[in-house]
């Protein structure tokens, strides 16, 4: 009889478990008696994996909301490391979350097992530091940007290239009539799609903000509507104590459970917190405005650290500011609103963005998932 193949696997956010549950499929296309073990969310978990802790308990951040919850979170490693090590999986994939999951590979490493880790930290950017514990916690990693892989190599890190796998799912040139159609909304006009995050501390700190910023858009667009995709029950039940705190009830907000790449494919421009939703904006061609907010001692402790005058990521992969970006205390309704008008009502600049999009579109375009199990396939092979 035919042992079966485990692998530990551990994804902390949206983004996180949207990886991985692409990376399970094209794993289990190549070996089907593959197991899947660990954290991850509702994509991940459909996709077969067994749980051992909601995903929802890693997805924080910033230095002092981590602090908040530093015990539950400690905990929860300290008992999938004990896991793992009574129960030995053939492999461990760590996606992203490094401050979590380089600590849990670090152990599981050091005891004989081969640990993967999907998505670089972002070391170009911030904490180069952290190569040295990379190189002792990490057999190899998966980089999705293209700048990464000779960061490692300089290290002596294994890694492999493998392009982000938003790149081969969105479109090369989104159907906005189709989905203008579909949605109901005249072509002629304006809509704006508004990302407040995914994270629940995320929407608390900006829903406000984005609710204000609309009240601002309409006196100028009275026939402005706005798409609001919220993924759960919690994040939507903030925004909408947001929109009655405001007495922003009336407004032409339409909040939508998930289908974010709708509401940024129907939409005029977006307003997008930082993250990876910044990156699905751009592979859509939209033009956006990138804003975040923190609590003010995380701000104030992580701005410092910074190397580059960027946190968008499609500022940081073309090299430049291609969208504006406002940050904490410039992150306000009048500036938002300006802002964003000023690039939407610009026909030739939103062009020239559209260029520049479908190019780094191109170079990500790299059949990311079956890339990824090709490199983490060789760790499998004496399985």
Same mark, same amino acid.
Not at 22 to 29: D, F, G, P, R, T
Not at 69 to 97: C, Q, S, T, W
Not at 256 to 276: K, N, P
């Given at each position: 009889?035919t042992q079966k193949i485990v692998i530990g696997i551990v994804a902390g956010e949206a983004s996180g /478990? &949207?990886?991985?549950?692409?990376?399970?499929?094209?794993?289990?296309?190549?070996?089907?008696?593959?197991?899947?073990?660990?954290?991850?969310?509702?994509?991940?978990?459909?996709?077969?994996?067994?749980? *051992?802790?909601?995903?929802?308990?890693?997805?924080?951040?910033?230095?002092?909301?981590?602090?908040? +919850?530093?015990?539950?979170?400690?905990?929860? $490693? $300290?008992?999938?490391?004990?896991?793992?090590?009574?129960? $030995?999986? @053939?492999?461990?994939?760590?996606?992203?979350?490094? /401050?979590? !999951?380089?600590?849990?590979?670090?152990?599981?490493?050091?005891?004989?097992?081969?640990?993967?880790?999907?998505?670089?930290?972002?070391?170009?950017?911030?904490?180069?530091?952290?190569?040295?514990?990379?190189?002792?916690?990490?057999? +190899?990693?998966?980089?999705?940007?293209?700048?990464?892989?000779? &960061?490692?190599?300089?290290?002596?890190?294994?890694?492999?290239?493998?392009?982000?796998? &938003?790149?081969?799912?969105?479109?090369?040139?989104?159907?906005?009539?189709?989905?203008?159609?579909?949605?109901?909304?005249?072509?002629?006009?304006?809509?704006?799609?508004?990302?407040?995050?995914?994270?629940?501390?995320?929407?608390?700190?900006?829903? +406000?903000?984005?609710?204000?910023?609309?009240?601002?858009? #309409?006196?100028?667009?009275?026939?402005?509507?706005? #798409?609001?995709?919220?993924?759960?029950?919690?994040?939507?039940?903030?925004?909408?104590?947001? #929109?009655?705190?405001?007495?922003?009830?009336?407004?032409?907000?339409? #909040?939508?459970?998930?289908?974010?790449? /709708?509401?940024?494919?129907?939409? /005029?421009?977006?307003?997008?917190?930082?993250?990876?939703?910044?990156?699905?904006?751009?592979?859509?061609?939209?033009?956006?405005?990138i804003t975040y907010r923190l609590n003010a001692w995380t701000w104030k402790l992580m701005r410092p650290?910074?190397?580059?005058?960027?946190?968008?990521?499609?500022?940081?992969?073309?090299?430049?500011?291609?969208?504006?970006?406002?940050?904490?205390?410039?992150?306000?309704?009048?500036? &938002?609103?300006?802002?964003?008008? @000023? *690039?939407? !009502? !610009?026909?030739?600049?939103?062009?020239?963005?559209?260029?520049?999009?479908?190019?780094?579109?191109?170079?990500?375009?790299?059949n990311t998932a079956q890339k990824a199990a090709a490199a983490i396939l060789p760790y499998l092979a004496?399985?």
């Amino acid at each position: 009889m035919t042992q079966k193949i485990v692998i530990g696997i551990v994804a902390g956010e949206a983004s996180g /478990d &949207l990886l991985g549950s692409h990376l399970m499929e094209a794993l289990k296309e190549a070996r089907p008696d593959i197991e899947f073990i660990g954290v991850g969310g509702p994509k991940m978990q459909s996709t077969g994996m067994e749980v *051992l802790f909601p995903m929802e308990k890693l997805a924080v951040n910033g230095y002092v909301e981590v602090l908040r +919850h530093y015990f539950e979170i400690v905990g929860i $490693r $300290r008992k999938l490391r004990k896991y793992f090590l009574k129960n $030995r999986p @053939n492999l461990f994939i760590g996606i992203d979350a490094p /401050d979590f !999951n380089l600590g849990l590979e670090l152990s599981l490493k050091q005891r004989g097992i081969p640990t993967v880790h999907y998505v670089s930290p972002s070391i170009w950017a911030w904490r180069g530091e952290r190569i040295h514990k990379i190189k002792r916690a990490v057999t +190899h990693m998966l980089a999705l940007f293209p700048h990464e892989p000779k &960061l490692y190599q300089q290290a002596g890190v294994p890694v492999a290239y493998v392009g982000h796998p &938003l790149a081969d799912m969105l479109p090369d040139y989104p159907k906005r009539a189709v989905m203008r159609e579909t949605m109901r909304i005249p072509l002629h006009v304006k809509v704006f799609a508004f990302l407040p995050g995914s994270r629940q501390g995320e929407v608390k700190r900006l829903a +406000h903000i984005f609710i204000e910023t609309a009240k601002l858009i #309409l006196k100028k667009h009275p026939d402005a509507r706005f #798409l609001v995709p919220l993924i759960s029950r919690e994040t939507r039940g903030i925004f909408e104590q947001a #929109l009655y705190d405001c007495e922003a009830q009336e407004l032409p907000i339409t #909040l939508l459970f998930g289908h974010a790449q /709708d509401a940024m494919i129907a939409a /005029d421009g977006v307003l997008v917190a930082s993250g990876t939703a910044t990156l699905e904006a751009a592979l859509l061609k939209r033009p956006m405005v990138i804003t975040y907010r923190l609590n003010a001692w995380t701000w104030k402790l992580m701005r410092p650290k910074g190397y580059q005058p960027y946190f968008g990521l499609p500022n940081i992969l073309c090299g430049r500011f291609v969208v504006p970006e406002l940050m904490q205390e410039d992150a306000t309704p009048e500036n &938002l609103t300006q802002a964003l008008l @000023n *690039l939407v !009502n !610009n026909k030739e600049a939103v062009a020239q963005l559209e260029e520049t999009f479908t190019a780094l579109h191109q170079s990500l375009r790299q059949n990311t998932a079956q890339k990824a199990a090709a490199a983490i396939l060789p760790y499998l092979a004496k399985a």
